[in-house]
């Protein structure tokens, strides 16, 4: 079983649409839950990170944590058609150890289309 | 400023030929990240380095694989000799070290190099 479950996909909506994405997990020991958006030929971006549970909005974007589901979902409000990437969720136990980092665990991502 | 930076861009080889990839990090990022995706499978973590120091290799998939970081300041990642398994597309990312009260740095990722082994 993988540690990140997330439907790949493709997600094709109109402009202007709410789009809902998903992502499971297995680990309770995750501490950190981040959204990355990669368009096509170029690396992921971050979005948003929430740390445990809760929402967070930014913008069109919002993110929600449900640690007691294992569940984390992204909004994104008034869809474009420039949002049209692959979505991938992440997710990361900080490790104190050499001063700290975050080792990623990613989703498979999600394709989303906006069209006109 | 200049973002994490990945050469090349694309490379293609033969079964059995070595390939080197480089990652240039963001200057003052001490964590270094290398990460690979193969076709139709998620993004996995390959090693971590902090500064010079390799502190967790533990997603590299056998001694095909050789990573270093000179000085602290960019990588290489050999593959030697390639297999056809190896296709994909190898990410590298960097990050601060953690300071104060934060609790979370943010990676940086590069463009990415897409190899194909032939």
């Known amino acids: 079983q993988k540690e990140v479950e997330q439907d790949p996909g493709p997600l094709s909506v109109p402009e202007g649409a709410i789009v809902s994405l998903n992502c499971t997990y297995s680990n309770s020991a995750f501490q950190y839950f981040m959204w990355y958006r990669q368009y096509s030929r170029k690396g992921p971006e971050l979005l948003m990170y929430t740390y445990s549970s809760g929402n967070k909005e930014d913008g069109r974007f919002t993110a929600q944590v449900d640690k007691s589901s294992k569940y984390i979902s992204l909004f994104i409000r008034d869809s474009q058609p420039s949002d049209s990437a692959t979505y991938l969720c992440a997710m990361s136990v900080l490790s104190m150890f050499s001063g700290g980092y975050n080792k990623l665990i990613f989703g498979a991502g999600t394709r989303l289309a906006v069209h006109p | 400023e200049a973002g994490v930076t990945q050469f090349p861009s694309h490379s293609v080889i033969e079964k059995g030929q070595t390939v080197t990839l480089r990652c240039d990090p963001i200057?003052?990022?001490?964590?270094l990240y290398w990460y690979r995706r193969v076709m139709g499978k998620e993004i996995k973590f390959l090693l971590h380095?902090?500064?010079?120091?390799?502190?967790?290799e533990s997603g590299m998939p056998n001694n095909r694989f050789l990573a270093e970081r000179t000085g602290g300041t960019y990588s290489t990642l050999k593959v030697q000799p390639a297999e056809l398994e190896d296709s994909g597309v190898y990410f590298c990312?960097?990050?601060?070290?953690?300071?104060?009260?934060?609790?979370?740095?943010?990676?940086?990722f590069g463009q990415g190099t897409r190899l194909t082994v032939v």
């Open positions: 380095f902090v500064k010079e120091s390799k502190q967790d």
């Open positions: 200057s003052g990022h001490d964590n």
């Open positions: 990312a960097s990050s601060l070290q953690l300071t104060g009260g934060n609790s979370y740095t943010e990676a940086f």
